[in-house]
């Protein structure tokens, strides 16, 4: 064998394992990582009721708008709170909110946050207890996503795990796992993951950074090196003939 031969010889044994190699690689790295089948962001929220029942009187409540806590949301007017008034059966410390001897009383906000939505129009008789407004907390959004894994790629779920959370816009944030819920069903684990985001909690709500809105999360797993997807898919690919 001539020495040029030899060289086109060495030099394609080179691209050959060069290619070998960068396809392992890439098929490990999406082995190690999943995407999601559903995600949204979320917030926590708090439910704003009411402490007896009576009329809407007054609604400062606008879905989207920001409040802080302490802010008046509602006045009501309870002719049944009236009387208890009126007999000492209950007194305005009892309930810890203004009350004027009429019956008419306010519901403030519990916490900073915005408005997720009113339920109680001017008007509209409530029911003690009933919720007449639902608020979403300030500094608390993250995201929740499900996932459909086999039981090695659940086994590989780290907590505080990387993800990356693709809003509509195509900007990618950071998060990280903290809580995973899973039912499993004919082998395969559909995981609901809570994800925690500095980035997103630290924005305020409105726009596309609002509870609901979908978002795509891609959560990677733990790293088993750079053979272990072969090893995976080889070791898959022998239980599946039998040996």
């Known amino acids: 064998m ?36 559903t995600a949204a962001i979320t917030a926590e929220q708090f439910a704003v009721g009411a402490p007896y029942p009576g009329i809407v009187s007054a609604s400062n409540v606008t879905p989207g708008a920001a409040v ?50 009113s339920l109680a129009p001017v008007g509209d008789f409530v029911q003690a207890g009933e919720v007449l407004s639902r608020i979403d907390r300030d500094d608390t959004m993250g995201a929740t996503a499900e996932f459909t894994l086999t039981a090695r790629d659940y086994g ?25 819920d899973v039912d499993t069903v004919a082998g395969e684990a559909t995981s ?7 980035v997103l909690a630290a924005r305020p709500i409105g726009g596309l950074h609002r509870p609901g809105t979908p978002v795509v999360a891609t959560l990677h797993l733990r ?13 898959d690919l022998l239980r599946q003939v039998g040996l």
């Open 223 to 235: 790293d088993d090196g750079p053979w272990a997807g072969v090893a995976d898919a080889f070791g």
């Open 156 to 180: 590989r779920i780290v907590s505080g795990a990387t993800v990356d959370l693709r809003l509509p816009d195509d900007r990618t944030i950071a998060g990280k796992v903290v809580q995973i």
């Open 68 to 117: 802080r806590a302490g802010d008046v949301l509602f006045e009501i007017r309870s002719p049944l709170l009236a009387r208890d008034l009126a007999t000492e059966s209950v007194t305005a410390d009892d309930l810890g909110v203004a009350v004027t001897a009429e019956g008419t009383f306010v519901v403030t906000a519990p916490v900073d946050g915005t408005v997720a939505e």
């Open 2 to 37: 001539t020495w040029p031969n030899r060289i086109r010889l060495f030099v394609g044994l080179l691209a050959v394992l060069a290619l070998v190699g960068g396809g392992t690689l890439v098929f490990t790295q999406r082995q190690a990582r999943v995407e999601s089948d």
């Open 192 to 198: 609901v993951i809570t994800i925690d985001s500095a």
